[in-house]
């Protein structure tokens, strides 16, 4: 019983100073306080954020995603503000975590609550600038939302400027490959087979194997066909990855 009373007690301070300072600077600070220099360095390299690569200037605490989802476990009903301000942070592993939250909100959500999280996220997306960021989020939120709906969005944000807005149209037809529906991930592909980044060929690539090993392996032969011959040769290698070898080698 006492140890049943000090929870409860430590619950609602943590509650009082939520409702005081507001809960991104709370999980900000649980954030850091598991940083490690070390690897920090190490994802930094990972991740490309040396100067002219693809994520330049993002910075890490150097915590792994486990570690990040505990924390996100223990601030999953935070306000979507709060969550709107961590994701600002000029830290890796705090967008992420705001972004973890958004996912865990959503898949807990009404209709009603669903269509707020999937507006916020698309008007963050200068802020779900990784690939990791992008591939935790965008199947779960963007691709499941539009689920039944018109995927419009998917062209506008297949053809805009930003890379991870290409990788976000890409990555949300996830969803619907999941389902057996090939059409808007072929159709998204079509849109990006010419693009200039190493990131969207995989992307594409990853998606089309997809279609080949959850919705018919004939389709995915059929757009290979008619493309094959003019896709940059890593989406190539990602879409036939899992072929048997004499296909393999018959598109390579």
């Known amino acids: 019983m006492r140890n049943r009373r000090r929870r409860s007690e430590k619950a609602e301070d943590r509650m009082k100073d939520r409702s005081g300072r507001g809960e991104a600077p709370i999980i900000r600070a649980e954030l850091r306080a598991l940083a490690d220099p070390a690897k920090a360095v190490v994802l930094a390299r990972f991740f490309k954020t040396g100067r002219g690569e693809y994520a330049e200037g993002d910075r890490f605490h150097g915590i792994v995603v486990p570690k990040v989802r505990t924390v996100v476990k223990a601030h999953r009903d935070a306000p979507l503000e709060e969550v709107r301000k ?100 072929l159709r998204i592909a ?10 969207i060929h995989k992307a594409v690539g990853w998606m089309l194997r997809e279609v080949g090993k959850r919705c018919s392996m004939e389709s995915e032969c059929r757009f290979l066909d008619k493309h094959a011959c003019r896709m940059p040769r890593t989406m190539l290698r990602y879409a036939i990855e899992r072929f048997p070898e004499k296909l393999r080698q018959h598109y390579m």
Request: aromatic share 10%; charged share 25%.
């Open 190 to 199: 079509e849109l990006l087979l010419h693009d200039p980044h190493d990131l």
């Open 86 to 185: 961590l994701m600002r942070s000029g830290f890796h592993e705090e967008r992420l975590a705001a972004l973890l939250i958004l996912v865990d909100q959503y898949q807990r959500g009404d209709d009603a609550q669903r269509k707020v999280i999937y507006d916020l996220y698309l008007a963050c997306t200068a802020f779900i600038n990784n690939w990791d960021l992008v591939d935790l989020t965008a199947p779960r939120i963007v691709g499941h939302y539009l689920i039944g709906k018109d995927t419009s969005i998917l062209t506008r944000l297949a053809r805009s400027d930003s890379l991870w807005e290409r990788r976000i149209a890409a990555l949300a037809t996830f969803q619907f490959i999941c389902r057996g529906d090939s059409r808007d991930a």
